[in-house]
């Protein structure tokens, strides 16, 4: 059996190399884009950091010691500063990690305000899968048990520290990310079913029914968000429940994000449905949506794939925005754009820089996002210059 030879070097492989050059041309489009993506490093670092968000917002309820829609049951700690676990004081080190307790009382320094003293003389323990507040995991596995907290009576924990109202901020923050990602799935998903059937018709078809359907995508397209939302609002009674607001803002967010999308499918399509596979099928006697989803649309899609994933930011950005301007989810829905809203105030960023976290939080989603989006963009171009 005689080695193979590499052609532009003209010398024989060894037994990996001719291994790995089988493996490729063997491989699915799958692999081959996994293996592009492996090589980015920017993009495996924000898929890591994509899947760690994405983790603690499914397992919010359990990594929550709170509930983050109640007004904290502590009320000597409203607007408190984060406090942050530690093994050792001025009193001598403990295996168990502890906070500090807190004390309310009235100050002559700040015209009889109320103000918090921290009790360096009294530890809190914290502990690690402790009972708390009730809940349903996943939203039908009803737990009680959370990652950690505190068994003392009148003791609390608050990592990212309260708010006005006492609520817990790292409970929130979890909860919005799981909001924000939510609203941004179902949206996208309106989005991208709409996209498919939208292009796949005017794409395929082509002629005066792809002439109607870009006008209907231009007009569209034209629809400025903000005024649309505004006069939505305007419609929206002040009772309606936070899940019905919660069900509409996902829905509006998707029937006005599917254009861009659906343009690429149209633009595929017109290229590809004059190829001799498309008209076999054709003379096979296969109905145009057989021909459009058996054989079109699986022609590209990887493509389809990076583009939901490049639509995740801006969905998110859009409820988050719109959130922030109060047109969006209200308490007590936590989403990333309703924390926002605690952040606009002079006094929070002179007094409370912790409400700021949540949008450590909001940034890191985003950017992730992005860069994975990115990756993968690249990973599934062939051309691309990132994996010569």
Request: net charge neutral.
């Amino acid at each position: 059996m005689t080695s193979q030879t590499d052609p532009q070097i003209n010398t024989p492989l060894s037994a990996e190399d001719q291994k790995a050059k089988e493996a490729y041309f063997t491989a699915s489009q799958g692999q081959l884009i996994w293996a592009r993506f492996k090589k980015q490093r920017a993009a495996m670092i924000a898929a890591s950091v994509l899947l760690v968000l994405i983790l603690s917002g499914i397992f919010a309820p359990f990594l929550s010691p709170y509930d983050p829609t109640i007004a904290g049951k502590n009320k000597d700690y409203t607007n408190g500063a984060p406090q942050i676990p530690q093994f050792c004081d001025k009193n001598g080190c403990s295996l168990r990690p502890f906070v500090h307790a807190v004390e309310r009382e009235r100050s002559m320094a700040t015209n009889f305000r109320w103000v918090t003293q921290v009790n360096e003389d009294k530890r809190v323990y914290v502990h690690f899968f402790v009972e708390g507040w009730d809940y349903k995991l996943f939203g039908f596995i009803p737990m009680d048990t959370h990652l950690f907290g505190t068994k003392a009576e009148g003791g609390f924990v608050h990592l990212f520290g309260t708010d006005a109202s006492g609520k817990d901020i790292f409970s929130r923050t979890l909860h919005a990310i799981w909001t924000s990602m939510q609203v941004g799935t179902i949206g996208v998903f309106i989005a991208f079913v709409l996209a498919l059937i939208i292009g796949g018709v005017s794409g395929y078809y082509g002629g005066w029914i792809d002439s109607i359907i870009q006008m209907i995508t231009d007009a569209v397209r034209t629809v400025p968000p903000i005024p649309l939302f505004m006069a939505v609002a305007a419609f929206m009674p002040p009772e309606m429940t936070a899940e019905a607001r919660f069900f509409y803002i996902s829905l509006i967010l998707g029937f006005i994000g599917w254009p861009t999308l659906a343009r690429r499918v149209r633009t595929h399509l017109l290229t590809e449905r004059n190829q001799e596979y498309v008209l076999a099928a054709q003379l096979c006697g296969a109905p145009a949506g057989h021909v459009i989803r058996r054989h079109l649309l699986p022609s590209f899609t990887s493509y389809i794939i990076v583009d939901l994933v490049i639509s995740f930011p801006y969905m998110v950005l859009s409820e988050t925005a719109l959130s922030f301007i109060g047109l969006g989810l209200k308490d007590p829905v936590n989403s990333l754009g309703v924390m926002l809203q605690n952040v606009t105030s002079a006094d929070v960023l002179l007094n409370y820089q912790w409400y700021f976290i949540p949008v450590i939080f909001f940034i890191a989603l985003v950017m992730a996002f992005v860069f994975v989006g990115d990756g993968l963009r690249d990973a599934a171009d062939p051309y691309s210059d990132s994996h010569k």
